[in-house]
Each structure stands twice: as C-alpha cells, then as structure tokens.
C-alpha cells in the first residue's frame, strides 16, 4: 500500500483528454502511453508523457507502462533538441500532493530550457488549442517514436 496522498481532481483531465471528451493536442500515442503538448508552457516546447490508462503514480505503473513511458520521454527529449535546439531539456515528474502533484495521473515534463536556462515556475499564460496545435505540427515532422 502507498503512504502517497494524490490530488482530488475527478474527473481526471488526462483521462478526459485522451478520450476526446475535452480538447487537447496529443502529439502522438499509442496503446500505452501518449505524448501531450501542455497549455501551460514553461519551457520552448512543453510535452507532457503520460500513460493512456489512469495510473494516479509512478507506485501504479505495470512494468509496460513504464518502458513505453520512457521510450516517449526520451522521444519526447530528442524532438526538442533536433526542432528547438535549446541548450538543455528538463524532466520532471511529481507523485503526491507533497510534491506538488496537481493532475492524479501518472505524467512526465520535458521541456526545453528557456532563454537564461531553466524553466518558467512563475505564472504562465494558458495557450490556446490552436497554439498548441501550431507547435505539434512544428515538432510531429522531427518525431521519431
């Protein structure tokens, strides 16, 4: 049993995203994971991974789930680098409201580095879909999955 305390946060939005119940621009998936371009951007291409079935934590992956998670990370990592050519790429990931968990989703930040290094933890205006859109078609051409 995990001593983790997750977000309340039903319905959960990746779960609703992946449906299509609410709009969101998947960059690519598959049957285990899928690669997200996040509304919130607080780096130079900010894709979210997350898993296509609802897994709360990192504690409730099955081993699949976390190979395909992080083929797409470093899939993810590498498409920023070859269309962005930032001088770095984080990753992040959070399990639990003590970490800072908002989504109760298991998912993965990559971002590339804004100018100046790091990533932007202030507040960040939220994209429009078409936005977001308009940055997968810049990235999808250089995806390699």
């Known amino acids: 049993m995990s001593h983790l305390v997750v977000p309340d946060a039903y319905p959960c939005a990746f779960c609703d995203y992946l449906s299509g119940a609410r709009p969101f621009t998947i960059l690519h998936r598959n049957e285990l994971a899928a690669i997200l371009v996040t509304r919130e951007q607080r780096g130079i291409a900010h894709l ?4 296509t079935r609802h897994a709360p934590t ?21 498409v920023i680098d070859e269309v962005e050519m930032r001088h770095g790429i984080s ?18 930040h990559v971002a590339g580095t804004v100018p100046g290094g790091g ?15 308009a940055i997968a078609e810049r990235l999808r051409p250089s995806l390699s999955v």
């Open 48 to 51: 979210l991974v997350v898993t």
């Open 58 to 78: 990192i504690l409730d992956l099955e081993a699949d789930e976390s190979h395909a998670v992080m083929d797409f990370v470093q899939s993810a990592a590498r």
């Open 91 to 108: 990753v992040w990931q959070n399990n639990g409201v003590d970490a800072h968990q908002a989504i109760p989703h298991f998912h993965v």
């Open 119 to 133: 990533t932007d933890w202030d507040h960040v205006r939220e994209l429009a879909i078409e936005e977001t859109d």
